[in-house]
């Protein structure tokens, strides 16, 4: 029931007005009425006394010469008066000499009222069925004698009617009053309530983004038009949304220009253009409104245009950020995350969005999460910046990042939070290891090539020796036999130190076009032999096409004998079935070879590294570990590739009759070559 | 806000008792039936010696001057006495001569008439100037200038008490006469209007200057120390002493009774507080006992004015 205050302003003054007005007069009206009541009163007392006491004072004579006619008309006199209603005079006995009554005399009011000796005067209210009369007697007195006593009836009827007409105009006053207040009321609170509905309603476009409203006097001069001044680069010269005391800066030499606005507002009260301009407070209020509107204006508009280049900024920042695959992030000193790039958000699987407001524990494995956690909090604590690499497992695979986390101090100088990046770093972490690989195997060459090249030739000597010494001695003799394992076992050493300076000279390739499956079945039958003897089958599945590449067919070969031989190793003696396979695929311009055995296969850990030289899966005295790191090499010289695959896949096709081998799945050599090639330093093919 | 209401509620319950108490009135009519009315007869008075005082001052003085010398008789001869208050001089004659006044008081003039119907002075009053005569005097303005003797007095406005009166008009015009002027000398000669009081009225209207000169008795301008400035009034002259205030019993009257009052009159005595009270109330120093033959010069003048009717 809250009525009041959503009352107009307008009826709320005419309500005030009115309630002030009724108010006073609830509250006069009764004391007022009754103090004019009693004052009438009393004012009809006295002037009855004064009758009575002129009367009897006149009655004086008339008594004494006991002239009743005078005495009649004296009374008779009174009672021409409006509101006497007798008069009578007793004889000092109480006898009625005369009196105003037309038939007899009412022989109550004889005793009704007495005054007593020495007492000037007595008023006595009596009352008749209807009406009330005041009673006075008044002695008539002569020096100290007493003559008899005057007797007066004041109606107070008549007295009421007085006092009832003063209240009537009374009420008719106030309630012209309250009439007259209204309307000026009304006529006041319109002029008033328009001025104010107007700012409200101007009020009220602002709040919808209307900020071009103008809710001051349209009306008064402009400054620089009454004080005709020309100086144009005042700001207030051809202002006319603005009065002039509203603008700072303005040059008028009247003006004062320091200060604040009331400081300003005090030397424009002595103003000419101020005293013809300014109004009331609600004038005031509208100007300060427009005033208010402008300003709001332009600091919107500057704010709008901060907002597009903080937009702008923003989006070059989240580019920048998001092309970027390091991966950016940067929280709280809560160590809650504040933002992200796309990398980051990328890498823990989640949108930019939900990244907002998680901790490392929600984002990361709990030990990853764990360390971040206490690494960020040391940095917070510290404030020294960290720069890292750090490896992490994920996907099967070890992960390089370089972790530069740095404090991000606020404009007080104290930590706000952090900025990490994490850059992936696996790639380069790879080229690293290759590198160190390479310069390893660098100087293992140079090293393995001078021992073999001064082995080499004494080799050649006890080689050359013992075949002498062959044919010196009898063909079935045990020395030959000895001799004959001498030599053979001379020969192996040769071999070796031939691999070893094959593998440590960077000897200039001798490529040429040759055909691929003559190199093949070259080594094939190389090999063939002696596999046999260890119970190994091979079969050869060779493309009938006979591609011709560009290649060096010793390099080649050999690399197909390591690879043949190196099938032969994983039968681990038991024996089993290598299966060679050529594919010539034209439109792709590659020729392929497989070399698959259904030997022990190689561990899937084992099949990352068996191209890495010298190693090797094999007993210490079986294998030096360089054959399939050489055939990589060689295979890479030619511009091929060559991975393995094991257990051999179910679709490639391995006989299923074919001889049993150590069993395991088995291993499969995959070697592509490219048809096309480019000659050394771009030129002509050397021909065969 | 409830606070507020609470104090509205307050002044509200302090206000209106405050309106409407003042309202009130405590007096309680007596009760009366102006309807049961009857027709008053007076009951009968009871007989009594009649006294009157020659309408000289208004009846109020008059009652005052001689309440309590009546009073004293009363109470000293046990006769029932009451003064009576004719208008007029000629009046007091008529009531005298009709017997309605048993017991006048009077200028020796209407003595003199008086004794012509029969009455017969039994006491005379010694003035308070201790002489048992008294005088008439005539008065001006102290301002006119016109007029400072008594032959200035020719041809100007003359009022005077009455046509009756002793000293304000009969002793002055004896006065006038020795000095060769007439009545038709003046230019008006009125007297005094209306009833009583009569010797104040020519003072105040000399004073008031409608008329020029006046003429009173002896002493009237200390009845009036209280009305005006005496300083505005000057005596221009005084008449010869003529024998004063006289008692005189109607015709018929008892002797016995005419005697009783007599002699309570002479045992007046001045010196006796009770009786100077009395004495000065009437303007009188005492009371002593008076022959017709006393009032002969007042016989003479009134033939020489020719009022001797």
């Known amino acids: 029931m809250r009525i009041f205050p959503r009352l107009k302003f307008r009826t709320k003054l005419n309500l005030g007005m009115s309630a002030i007005l009724v108010g006073m007069a609830v509250l006069l009206l009764p004391l007022i009425g009754t103090m004019s009541a009693n004052s009438l009163v009393e004012e009809s007392k006295k002037r009855g006394s004064a009758l009575a006491e002129g009367l009897s004072v006149r009655a004086v004579d008339p008594l004494l010469a006991r002239d009743f006619l005078r005495l009649k008309n004296m009374v008779d006199e009174q009672s021409s008066v409006e509101d006497v209603i007798y008069a009578f005079v007793q004889d000092k006995n109480g006898f009625v000499l005369v009196h105003t009554f037309q038939k007899g005399f009412p022989v109550d009011l004889i005793d009704a009222n007495k005054v007593a000796t020495g007492q000037p005067l007595h008023i006595q209210l009596l009352a008749d ?223 930019l969005a939900e990244i907002e407001g998680k901790t490392d524990f929600d984002l990361f494995p709990e030990a990853e999460a764990e360390e971040r956690h206490m690494a960020a909090r040391d940095i917070l604590q510290s404030g020294r910046r960290l720069d890292t690499q750090l490896m992490v497992e994920a996907g099967g695979g070890e992960h390089w990042f370089h972790v530069v986390c740095v404090p991000v101090f606020n404009d007080k100088g104290h930590i706000d939070g952090l900025l990490r990046t994490d850059r992936d770093i696996s790639d380069i972490k790879r080229y690293e290891n290759q590198l160190i690989q390479a310069q390893k195997m660098e100087s293992l060459g140079l090293l393995a090539g001078g021992v073999a090249h001064e082995i080499n030739t004494p080799l050649g000597i006890i080689l050359g020796y013992a075949q002498l010494l062959q044919e010196d001695v009898d063909a079935g003799s045990q020395i030959h036999q000895d001799l004959a394992i001498i030599e053979k076992q001379t020969q192996v050493c040769k071999k070796i130190v031939a691999d070893l300076l094959g593998f440590s000279r960077q000897t200039q390739s001798a490529k040429r076009e040759m055909c691929f499956n003559n190199s093949v079945m070259e080594a094939v039958s190389l090999v063939r032999h002696t596999l046999e003897l260890d119970k190994v089958e091979i079969i050869t599945q060779l493309d009938d096409r006979y591609p011709i590449i560009y290649g060096d067919p010793e390099k080649l070969k050999q690399a197909w004998i390591n690879l043949l031989t190196n099938a032969r190793d994983a039968m681990a003696g038991q024996g089993g079935t290598i299966l060679i396979r050529t594919r010539l695929d034209t439109p792709g311009g590659i020729v392929s070879l497989w070399v698959a055995d259904n030997g022990s296969g190689i561990a899937e850990e084992a099949l990352k590294k068996i191209f890495d030289p010298f190693y090797s899966t094999k007993a210490v005295d079986k294998g030096t570990g360089l054959g399939l790191s050489v055939s990589f090499g060689i295979i890479e010289d030619h511009g091929g590739d060559i991975r393995a695959e094991s257990p051999v896949p179910k679709d490639f096709g391995f006989p299923s009759d074919a001889k049993r081998g150590a069993g395991g799945g088995g291993t499969v050599f995959e070697v592509n070559l490219p048809l096309d090639h480019e000659g050394p330093e771009g030129g002509e093919p050397e021909k065969e | 806000m409830r606070f507020r209401m609470t104090t509205w509620a307050i002044l509200l319950a302090l206000l209106v008792p405050v309106a409407f108490a003042s309202g009130c009135s405590d007096e309680k009519p007596v009760k009366v039936n102006l309807s049961k009315r009857e027709d008053l007869v007076a009951p009968r008075m009871v007989e009594a010696i009649t006294y009157a005082y020659l309408p000289q001052y208004s009846h109020t003085i008059s009652y005052q001057r001689h309440r309590r010398l009546l009073e004293y008789l009363r109470k000293t001869t046990g006769l029932p006495l009451r003064q009576i208050f004719p208008d007029t001089f000629e009046e007091h004659v008529k009531m005298v001569e009709r017997g309605e006044i048993d017991i006048s008081y009077s200028n020796p003039f209407v003595y003199v008439r008086l004794a012509k119907a029969g009455a017969q002075a039994f006491a005379r009053v010694i003035e308070p100037s201790g002489e048992p005569n008294f005088r008439g005097q005539i008065i001006a303005r102290s301002d006119n200038a016109a007029i400072n003797t008594i032959n200035d007095c020719r041809g100007k406005r003359w009022i005077a008490v009455d046509p009756n009166s002793a000293g304000g008009y009969l002793f002055p015009l004896g006065l006038f006469y020795n000095h060769g002027i007439k009545l038709s000398d003046f230019e008006t000669v009125d007297f005094a209007p209306g009833p009583g009081g009569k010797q104040e009225k020519v003072v105040l209207a000399v004073h008031a200057g409608v008329y020029d000169i006046g003429t009173i008795r002896k002493g009237t301008l200390d009845v009036v120390r209280n009305k005006i400035d005496l300083g505005s009034i000057r005596v221009l002259a005084e008449t010869r002493a003529y024998p004063g205030w006289v008692y005189a019993a109607r015709k018929g009257l008892d002797p016995a009774v005419v005697d009783a009052i007599a002699r309570a009159m002479f045992a007046l005595n001045v010196d006796t507080a009770e009786h100077r009270a009395i004495l000065s109330a009437a303007g009188m120093k005492g009371i002593i006992p008076a022959r017709d033959i006393d009032y002969d010069p007042v016989r003479k003048l009134a033939e020489k004015l020719n009022l001797d009717r």
Not at chain 1, 223 to 240: I, L, R, S, V
Not at chain 1, 317 to 330: K, M
């Open chain 1, 129 to 351: 069925g209807s009406r009330r009369i005041y009673d006075f007697a008044a002695p008539v007195l002569v020096s100290d004698g007493r003559l008899g006593t005057v007797r007066i009836g004041l109606s107070q009827a008549r007295i009421q009617m007085a006092v009832q007409r003063q209240l009537t105009l009374m009420a008719a006053l106030f309630a012209g009053a309250l009439i007259l207040a209204t309307s000026l009321g009304t006529v006041f609170a319109r002029r008033v309530t328009a001025r104010l509905g107007r700012l409200r309603a101007h009020a009220e476009e602002m709040l919808t983004g209307n900020l071009d409203t103008f809710s001051g006097p349209e009306w008064g001069i402009h400054c620089w038009e009454k004080q005709q001044c020309n100086t144009t680069q005042c700001p207030a010269y051809g202002e006319t949304r603005r009065r002039c005391w509203y603008i700072a800066g303005t040059m008028c030499p009247d003006c004062n220009n320091e200060g604040n606005f009331q400081c300003r507002l005090e030397s424009c009260r002595r103003c000419a253009v101020y005293r013809e301009n300014a109004g009331d407070e609600i004038q005031d209020l509208a100007e300060t409104f427009d005033v208010m509107a402008l300003s709001l204006k332009s600091h919107i508009e500057e704010l709008r245009d901060a907002e597009r280049n903080l937009r702008d900024q923003q989006r070059l920042t989240r580019t920048i950020l998001d092309v970027s695959p390091d991966r950016v992030s940067l929280v709280d000193s809560t160590m809650r995350y504040r933002g992200c790039n796309k990398s980051f958000a990328e890498s823990v699987g989640m949108s």
